[in-house]
Protein backbone atom coordinates (compact mmCIF):
# COMPACT_ATOMS: atom_id res chain seq x y z
CA UNK A 1 0.00 0.00 0.00
CA UNK A 2 1.09 3.59 -0.24
CA UNK A 3 2.06 3.73 3.36
CA UNK A 4 4.20 0.97 3.26
CA UNK A 5 5.72 1.95 0.02
CA UNK A 6 6.92 5.59 1.68
CA UNK A 7 7.73 3.96 5.04
CA UNK A 8 10.03 1.74 2.47
CA UNK A 9 11.27 4.58 0.27
CA UNK A 10 12.26 6.38 3.79
CA UNK A 11 13.95 3.63 4.90
CA UNK A 12 15.89 3.06 1.93
CA UNK A 13 17.02 6.74 1.53
CA UNK A 14 18.33 6.64 5.18
CA UNK A 15 20.18 3.19 4.57
CA UNK A 16 21.50 4.84 1.41
CA UNK A 17 23.46 7.78 3.20
CA UNK A 18 26.43 5.21 4.77
CA UNK A 19 26.44 2.82 1.61
CA UNK A 20 28.05 4.40 -1.39
CA UNK A 21 27.78 1.23 -3.28
CA UNK A 22 23.58 2.21 -3.29
CA UNK A 23 22.37 3.73 -6.09
CA UNK A 24 18.79 4.67 -5.55
CA UNK A 25 16.47 6.49 -8.09
CA UNK A 26 12.73 7.03 -7.58
CA UNK A 27 12.48 7.71 -11.92
CA UNK A 28 9.08 6.68 -12.72
CA UNK A 29 8.01 3.42 -14.14
CA UNK A 30 8.96 2.54 -17.72
CA UNK A 31 11.92 5.22 -17.73
CA UNK A 32 15.33 3.77 -18.86
CA UNK A 33 17.42 2.75 -15.86
CA UNK A 34 20.86 1.12 -15.54
CA UNK A 35 19.55 0.04 -12.05
CA UNK A 36 18.41 -3.31 -10.66
CA UNK A 37 14.50 -3.01 -9.27
CA UNK A 38 11.86 -0.58 -11.18
CA UNK A 39 9.41 1.74 -8.93
CA UNK A 40 6.53 -0.19 -10.23
CA UNK A 41 7.21 -3.49 -9.68
CA UNK A 42 3.62 -5.09 -11.68
CA UNK A 43 0.52 -6.65 -10.40
CA UNK A 44 2.36 -9.99 -8.91
CA UNK A 45 4.73 -7.38 -6.29
CA UNK A 46 2.92 -3.82 -6.42
CA UNK A 47 5.22 -0.59 -6.46
CA UNK A 48 8.58 -0.48 -5.50
CA UNK A 49 12.32 1.67 -5.61
CA UNK A 50 14.70 1.25 -8.34
CA UNK A 51 18.21 0.94 -6.80
CA UNK A 52 21.55 -0.25 -8.11
CA UNK A 53 23.71 -3.03 -6.33
CA UNK A 54 27.11 -3.97 -6.59
CA UNK A 55 26.53 -8.09 -6.58
CA UNK A 56 24.41 -10.57 -4.82
CA UNK A 57 26.16 -10.57 -1.34
CA UNK A 58 25.40 -6.30 -1.37
CA UNK A 59 21.38 -7.58 -2.15
CA UNK A 60 21.32 -9.91 0.78
CA UNK A 61 23.36 -7.33 3.32
CA UNK A 62 20.97 -4.45 2.44
CA UNK A 63 17.86 -6.95 3.30
CA UNK A 64 19.35 -7.99 6.23
CA UNK A 65 19.77 -3.90 7.60
CA UNK A 66 16.18 -3.19 6.06
CA UNK A 67 14.72 -5.87 8.33
CA UNK A 68 16.76 -5.18 11.62
CA UNK A 69 17.55 -1.60 11.84
CA UNK A 70 13.62 -0.92 10.30
CA UNK A 71 11.42 -4.02 10.38
CA UNK A 72 11.14 -4.33 6.18
CA UNK A 73 11.12 -7.32 4.40
CA UNK A 74 11.91 -6.70 1.14
CA UNK A 75 12.21 -8.37 -2.31
CA UNK A 76 15.05 -7.55 -4.39
CA UNK A 77 13.91 -8.41 -8.57
CA UNK A 78 16.60 -9.48 -11.41
CA UNK A 79 17.77 -6.17 -12.74
CA UNK A 80 16.15 -4.25 -16.10
CA UNK A 81 18.10 -3.82 -19.05
CA UNK A 82 15.88 -1.42 -21.93
CA UNK A 83 16.11 -3.33 -25.53
CA UNK A 84 15.52 -1.99 -28.83
CA UNK A 85 12.97 -3.64 -30.66
CA UNK A 86 12.66 -3.32 -34.28
CA UNK A 87 9.34 -4.46 -35.66
CA UNK A 88 9.62 -5.53 -39.08
CA UNK A 89 7.74 -5.72 -42.10
CA UNK A 90 7.20 -9.06 -44.22
CA UNK A 91 5.67 -12.18 -44.88
CA UNK A 92 4.59 -13.45 -40.96
CA UNK A 93 3.34 -9.96 -40.21
CA UNK A 94 -0.22 -8.92 -40.90
CA UNK A 95 1.43 -5.60 -41.54
CA UNK A 96 2.22 -6.65 -44.63
CA UNK A 97 4.43 -8.76 -47.25
CA UNK A 98 7.90 -8.79 -48.92
CA UNK A 99 11.46 -7.83 -47.86
CA UNK A 100 12.00 -7.04 -44.51
CA UNK A 101 11.86 -3.21 -43.48
CA UNK A 102 11.79 -2.00 -40.49
CA UNK A 103 8.39 -0.03 -39.59
CA UNK A 104 8.42 0.54 -35.99
CA UNK A 105 10.68 0.57 -32.81
CA UNK A 106 10.43 1.40 -29.15
CA UNK A 107 12.69 0.60 -26.21
CA UNK A 108 11.29 -1.90 -23.67
CA UNK A 109 11.97 -2.78 -20.27
CA UNK A 110 9.26 -4.62 -18.99
CA UNK A 111 9.32 -7.95 -20.32
CA UNK A 112 5.78 -8.37 -20.45
CA UNK A 113 5.02 -5.86 -23.52
CA UNK A 114 7.90 -8.64 -25.13
CA UNK A 115 6.64 -9.03 -28.84
CA UNK A 116 4.36 -12.14 -29.44
CA UNK A 117 5.57 -15.29 -31.50
CA UNK A 118 3.58 -13.98 -34.07
CA UNK A 119 5.11 -10.79 -34.67
CA UNK A 120 8.14 -10.39 -37.07
CA UNK A 121 10.95 -8.30 -35.15
CA UNK A 122 15.09 -7.93 -34.14
CA UNK A 123 16.19 -7.23 -30.67
CA UNK A 124 18.92 -5.25 -30.12
CA UNK A 125 20.81 -4.76 -26.82
CA UNK A 126 23.06 -2.19 -25.32
CA UNK A 127 26.43 -2.73 -24.86
CA UNK A 128 29.22 -1.22 -22.43
CA UNK A 129 32.53 -1.00 -22.12
CA UNK A 130 34.10 -3.35 -19.29
CA UNK A 131 37.54 -2.71 -17.70
CA UNK A 132 38.22 -5.99 -15.70
CA UNK A 133 41.83 -5.90 -12.99
CA UNK A 134 42.51 -9.02 -12.12
CA UNK A 135 45.97 -10.88 -10.87
CA UNK A 136 47.68 -12.37 -13.63
CA UNK A 137 47.59 -16.21 -12.26
CA UNK A 138 44.20 -15.74 -13.11
CA UNK A 139 44.11 -14.18 -16.56
CA UNK A 140 43.06 -17.35 -18.17
CA UNK A 141 39.50 -17.68 -16.19
CA UNK A 142 38.81 -13.76 -16.66
CA UNK A 143 39.27 -14.53 -20.18
CA UNK A 144 36.99 -17.71 -20.26
CA UNK A 145 34.17 -15.76 -18.18
CA UNK A 146 34.10 -12.78 -20.53
CA UNK A 147 33.68 -14.68 -23.43
CA UNK A 148 30.74 -16.71 -21.33
CA UNK A 149 29.22 -13.63 -21.08
CA UNK A 150 29.70 -12.83 -24.57
CA UNK A 151 32.13 -10.48 -24.17
CA UNK A 152 33.97 -9.84 -27.33
CA UNK A 153 36.83 -12.08 -27.90
CA UNK A 154 39.04 -9.98 -29.53
CA UNK A 155 39.71 -8.16 -25.89
CA UNK A 156 42.63 -6.04 -24.97
CA UNK A 157 44.99 -6.80 -22.35
CA UNK A 158 47.49 -4.39 -20.53
CA UNK A 159 50.08 -5.42 -17.60
CA UNK A 160 49.69 -3.03 -15.03
CA UNK A 161 52.57 -4.73 -13.11
CA UNK A 162 54.06 -7.75 -12.91
CA UNK A 163 51.13 -9.93 -10.75
CA UNK A 164 48.12 -7.15 -12.38
CA UNK A 165 46.38 -7.12 -15.90
CA UNK A 166 43.76 -5.20 -17.35
CA UNK A 167 41.35 -6.76 -19.56
CA UNK A 168 39.15 -4.35 -21.72
CA UNK A 169 36.23 -5.52 -23.57
CA UNK A 170 32.85 -4.75 -25.11
CA UNK A 171 30.26 -6.82 -23.38
CA UNK A 172 25.97 -6.96 -23.38
CA UNK A 173 24.64 -4.81 -20.53
CA UNK A 174 22.05 -7.62 -19.64
CA UNK A 175 25.41 -9.74 -18.85
CA UNK A 176 26.77 -7.18 -16.74
CA UNK A 177 24.11 -6.52 -14.23
CA UNK A 178 23.16 -9.92 -13.74
CA UNK A 179 26.04 -12.17 -11.87
CA UNK A 180 29.22 -10.95 -13.52
CA UNK A 181 30.66 -8.98 -10.51
CA UNK A 182 29.71 -12.64 -8.22
CA UNK A 183 31.35 -14.52 -10.95
CA UNK A 184 34.14 -12.34 -11.24
CA UNK A 185 34.83 -12.46 -7.54
CA UNK A 186 34.68 -16.21 -7.55
CA UNK A 187 36.55 -16.57 -10.99
CA UNK A 188 39.37 -14.81 -8.74
CA UNK A 189 39.28 -15.53 -5.50
CA UNK A 190 37.81 -12.65 -4.52
CA UNK A 191 41.13 -10.07 -6.02
CA UNK A 192 39.25 -9.55 -9.29
CA UNK A 193 37.33 -5.91 -9.78
CA UNK A 194 35.90 -3.84 -12.86
CA UNK A 195 34.26 -0.51 -13.80
CA UNK A 196 32.08 0.43 -16.87
CA UNK A 197 33.47 3.24 -19.20
CA UNK A 198 30.52 6.21 -18.57
CA UNK A 199 28.46 6.90 -21.66
CA UNK A 200 25.35 6.27 -23.71
CA UNK A 201 25.65 2.34 -24.50
CA UNK A 202 25.54 1.61 -28.16
CA UNK A 203 22.77 -1.07 -29.37
CA UNK A 204 23.70 -4.41 -31.24
CA UNK A 205 21.81 -6.91 -32.71
CA UNK A 206 21.51 -10.44 -30.93
CA UNK A 207 19.84 -13.19 -31.15
CA UNK A 208 17.87 -12.97 -28.18
CA UNK A 209 15.12 -14.96 -26.97
CA UNK A 210 12.27 -14.09 -24.04
CA UNK A 211 11.79 -16.99 -21.70
CA UNK A 212 9.10 -16.82 -19.13
CA UNK A 213 8.45 -18.94 -16.04
CA UNK A 214 5.17 -20.33 -15.44
CA UNK A 215 4.34 -22.09 -11.92
CA UNK A 216 1.22 -24.51 -12.41
CA UNK A 217 0.43 -23.28 -16.07
CA UNK A 218 0.56 -19.82 -14.92
CA UNK A 219 3.25 -16.96 -16.03
CA UNK A 220 4.86 -15.20 -13.40
CA UNK A 221 6.18 -12.06 -15.37
CA UNK A 222 9.05 -11.00 -12.63
CA UNK A 223 10.86 -14.36 -12.73
CA UNK A 224 10.75 -14.08 -16.79
CA UNK A 225 13.92 -13.41 -18.48
CA UNK A 226 16.01 -12.70 -21.64
CA UNK A 227 19.22 -14.29 -23.02
CA UNK A 228 21.11 -15.57 -26.26
CA UNK A 229 19.07 -18.29 -28.04
CA UNK A 230 22.20 -20.45 -27.90
CA UNK A 231 22.11 -20.66 -23.83
CA UNK A 232 18.37 -20.27 -23.42
CA UNK A 233 18.34 -24.19 -22.64
CA UNK A 234 20.84 -24.43 -20.67
CA UNK A 235 19.78 -21.02 -18.78
CA UNK A 236 15.91 -22.58 -18.54
CA UNK A 237 17.33 -26.19 -16.52
CA UNK A 238 19.22 -24.03 -14.22
CA UNK A 239 16.83 -21.80 -13.35
CA UNK A 240 13.90 -24.44 -13.04
CA UNK A 241 16.35 -26.33 -11.11
CA UNK A 242 17.11 -23.65 -8.20
CA UNK A 243 13.49 -22.67 -7.78
CA UNK A 244 12.78 -26.88 -7.43
CA UNK A 245 15.39 -26.42 -4.36
CA UNK A 246 14.00 -22.85 -2.67
CA UNK A 247 10.62 -22.82 -3.34
CA UNK A 248 8.23 -24.47 -0.32
CA UNK A 249 6.53 -27.49 -1.14
CA UNK A 250 2.60 -26.86 -0.62
CA UNK A 251 -0.20 -29.41 -0.21
CA UNK A 252 -0.05 -29.43 -4.24
CA UNK A 253 2.01 -30.62 -7.00
CA UNK A 254 4.37 -27.54 -8.01
CA UNK A 255 4.86 -27.44 -11.81
CA UNK A 256 7.53 -25.70 -13.12
CA UNK A 257 8.43 -24.97 -16.63
CA UNK A 258 10.51 -22.77 -18.59
CA UNK A 259 9.12 -21.32 -22.36
CA UNK A 260 10.27 -19.86 -24.44
CA UNK A 261 8.24 -17.42 -26.78
CA UNK A 262 6.47 -19.41 -29.59
CA UNK A 263 5.40 -21.93 -27.17
CA UNK A 264 8.22 -24.34 -26.57
CA UNK A 265 8.29 -25.47 -23.30
CA UNK A 266 12.68 -26.16 -23.14
CA UNK A 267 12.81 -26.81 -19.52
CA UNK A 268 10.75 -28.25 -16.45
CA UNK A 269 10.48 -29.42 -12.93
CA UNK A 270 8.29 -30.97 -10.51
CA UNK A 271 8.14 -30.52 -6.46
CA UNK A 272 5.93 -33.36 -5.17
CA UNK A 273 2.96 -32.53 -2.59
CA UNK A 274 2.77 -32.86 0.95
CA UNK A 275 0.81 -35.82 1.28
CA UNK A 276 -1.63 -36.94 4.08
CA UNK A 277 -1.84 -40.83 4.77
CA UNK A 278 -5.82 -40.50 4.12
CA UNK A 279 -5.88 -44.83 5.01
CA UNK A 280 -4.99 -44.13 7.97
CA UNK A 281 -7.48 -42.67 11.06
CA UNK A 282 -6.70 -42.42 14.69
CA UNK A 283 -4.83 -45.27 14.44
CA UNK A 284 -6.83 -47.19 12.88
CA UNK A 285 -7.02 -48.47 9.26
CA UNK A 286 -9.87 -47.37 6.87
CA UNK A 287 -11.80 -49.44 4.78
CA UNK A 288 -10.95 -52.57 6.79
CA UNK A 289 -9.89 -55.19 4.04
CA UNK A 290 -12.47 -53.16 0.79
CA UNK A 291 -9.62 -52.48 -1.32
CA UNK A 292 -12.69 -50.99 -3.31
CA UNK A 293 -13.02 -48.37 -0.15
CA UNK A 294 -9.46 -47.64 0.05
CA UNK A 295 -9.45 -46.95 -3.49
CA UNK A 296 -12.38 -44.58 -3.30
CA UNK A 297 -10.51 -42.56 -0.55
CA UNK A 298 -7.55 -42.40 -2.85
CA UNK A 299 -9.53 -40.98 -5.58
CA UNK A 300 -11.04 -38.50 -3.26
CA UNK A 301 -7.74 -37.33 -2.09
CA UNK A 302 -6.22 -37.00 -5.82
CA UNK A 303 -9.45 -34.71 -6.85
CA UNK A 304 -8.93 -32.67 -3.81
CA UNK A 305 -5.22 -32.36 -5.19
CA UNK A 306 -6.16 -31.24 -8.16
CA UNK A 307 -8.22 -28.25 -6.93
CA UNK A 308 -6.13 -26.84 -4.26
CA UNK A 309 -3.41 -27.38 -7.40
CA UNK A 310 -5.78 -25.38 -9.93
CA UNK A 311 -6.56 -22.87 -7.11
CA UNK A 312 -3.41 -22.71 -5.28
CA UNK A 313 -0.75 -20.02 -5.29
CA UNK A 314 3.36 -20.39 -4.67
CA UNK A 315 4.83 -17.75 -2.75
CA UNK A 316 7.95 -16.60 -3.87
CA UNK A 317 10.85 -15.38 -1.87
CA UNK A 318 13.91 -13.79 -2.07
CA UNK A 319 15.91 -16.85 -3.14
CA UNK A 320 13.24 -17.51 -6.25
CA UNK A 321 14.77 -14.11 -7.73
CA UNK A 322 18.15 -15.05 -7.37
CA UNK A 323 17.59 -18.33 -9.46
CA UNK A 324 16.89 -15.85 -12.54
CA UNK A 325 19.58 -13.57 -11.11
CA UNK A 326 22.09 -16.24 -10.74
CA UNK A 327 21.14 -17.99 -13.82
CA UNK A 328 24.48 -18.75 -16.20
Known sequence: DGNGFDELSAAVERLALNDSGLEVHTTSAGSSSNDSSSSDGGPFLGPGLRVGFQGLLHVEVFRQRLKDEFGLDALVTPPKVPYNIKYLKGKNNLLGKGKDEAIEEEIIEDLSKWPSSGTRYEVFEPMVEVRVMAPMDHAGNVMELIKRKRGETHMTTTPIDERTWLFTSQMPWGEVVTDFHDQLKTTTAGYGSFDVVDGDPPFQKSKLNKIDILLNDEVVDPLSFVCHVDQAPAQARSVC????????????????????????????????????????????????????????????????????????????????????????
Open 241 to 328: KKLHEVLPRQQFVTVIQAKAVGGKIIASERIKAYRKDVLTKGGKTMGGGDITRKMKLLQKQKRGKKRQQSGGKVTLSQAAFNSVISRS
